[in-house]
C-alpha cells in the first residue's frame, strides 16, 4: 500500500510564499512522476505541476515563473514551492504519484491566500 503524506499548507498573505512537500511511505522503483494538483472551489480539478525521474517539469500557464516543483528520490518526497501568490491560487493541493497504471493521491492539503 502506498500513501502520500502532504505537508506545508496554510493561510498567507498575496504576495507570500509557501513551500509544500508530499512524502511517499515506501520506495518506488522504475519510472513514476509525481506531480502537483489543486481543486478550488467549484471548480475542477487542474494539474498544476509535475515532474519525471529524470527532472523534466511540466506546469501549468498560470503558475509558471511563480512555481518551482522539485523531488527527492533518495527521500521519496516532492516539492512545491510556491511565490508571489495570489487569490486565485487558493485552493486544496493534491500530491500525486503515477506509475504506469497506478495513480496514488495524498489527501490534500489547504492553501488560502487572503490578506
Known amino acids: 500500500q502506498v500513501q502520500l503524506v502532504e505537508s506545508g499548507g496554510g493561510l498567507v498573505q498575496p504576495g507570500g510564499s509557501l513551500r509544500l512537500s508530499c512524502t511517499v511511505s515506501?520506495?518506488?522503483?522504475?519510472?513514476?512522476?509525481m506531480g502537483w494538483y489543486r481543486q478550488a472551489p467549484g471548480k475542477q480539478r487542474e494539474l498544476v505541476a509535475s515532474i519525471s525521474n529524470g527532472g523534466s517539469t511540466n506546469y501549468c500557464a498560470s503558475v509558471k515563473g511563480r512555481f518551482t516543483i522539485s523531488r527527492d528520490n533518495a527521500e521519496n518526497t516532492v516539492y512545491l514551492q510556491m511565490n508571489s501568490l495570489n487569490s486565485e491560487d487558493t485552493a486544496v493541493y493534491y500530491c500525486?504519484?503515477?506509475?504506469?497504471?497506478?495513480?496514488?493521491w495524498g489527501q490534500g492539503t489547504q492553501v488560502t491566500v487572503s490578506s
Open positions: 500525486n504519484v503515477k506509475q504506469g497504471s497506478s495513480n496514488y
Open positions: 515506501r520506495r518506488l522503483y522504475g519510472i513514476y512522476y
